[in-house]
């Protein structure tokens, strides 16, 4: 099991309200990324990181924003939750960015906006 | 348009039995192809990994098989047990990108009856 931890686990919230969702690992991994996941549905990138004050947006367009001040910590805002906000958003880190490097998964955030 | 198309979309099994999950893609140029399990409300787990050149990987009681000529994919699950059902998911990684952009099947649903 890979040291990458997300917290909440669980979130419900309503419309309107900031929140901030914490990602951390332990491995010293340079790349870390954000992925949204509907039921039944394939992970989406919505962020990624290469390292401390790289940021740049995934394939699938995000009202929510990342920052990277210390290399193990990856949060994710939103500043304006919405219903369509809903989803399971999951962390994930990598050694180095490239194809060949495992990417690390964190247990994910179920988000819920009532 | 790179893909990953996977089936059956969900399979019941009896405990102690096997099953052969599929996996077409259309990603390229092609990296490596990996599995993953996804237990329910946790992150993917690594199975395996095959680049370009291997045919065939072992994970314990998961086999994993890959023709790159016609791009498919299968995972066999010998002597299936209660705690093998969970998502199983076909990602394959391109090598057009220093990212190593990683495309993700909706994956199968795997449950294992007593």
């Known amino acids: 099991e890979a040291d990458i931890y997300q917290t909440p686990r669980y979130l419900v919230i309503g419309t309107g309200k900031k929140i901030t969702l914490e990602c951390s690992q332990t491995?010293?991994?340079?790349?870390m990324y954000w992925y949204q996941q509907d039921p039944g549905m394939e992970l989406h990138l919505i962020h990624y990181?290469?390292?401390?004050?790289?940021?740049e947006k995934g394939d699938l367009s995000s009202e929510s924003t990342v920052s990277r001040i210390r290399t193990e910590h990856f949060p994710l805002t939103l500043e304006s939750a919405r219903p369509s906000h809903t989803s399971q958003y999951l962390c994930?880190?990598?050694?180095?960015?490239?194809?060949?490097?495992?990417?690390?998964f964190g247990p994910g955030t179920r988000l819920t906006v009532t | 348009k790179n893909q990953v198309e996977q089936s059956p979309q969900s399979l019941i099994i009896l405990e102690g039995k096997n099953c052969t999950l599929q996996?077409?893609?259309?990603?390229?140029?092609?990296?490596?192809l990996r599995w993953y399990k996804q237990d329910t409300g946790r992150g993917p787990v690594s199975l395996t990994i095959m680049t370009f050149s291997e045919n065939t990987k072992s994970n314990g009681r998961y086999t994993a098989t890959l023709d790159a000529d016609t791009k498919q994919s299968s995972l066999h699950i010998t002597a299936s047990q209660l705690s093998d059902s969970a998502s199983y998911i076909c990602?394959?990684?391109?090598?057009?990108?220093?990212?190593?952009?990683?495309?993700f099947g909706r994956g199968t649903q795997l449950t294992v009856w007593p």
């Open positions: 990181s290469y390292g401390v004050n790289s940021t």
């Open positions: 996996c077409n893609y259309t990603v390229s140029p092609f990296s490596n």
């Open positions: 994930a880190s990598s050694e180095r960015g490239g194809s060949s490097y495992e990417q690390y």
């Open positions: 990602v394959v990684s391109d090598r057009g990108s220093t990212l190593g952009r990683l495309y």
């Open positions: 491995m010293g991994h340079d790349k």
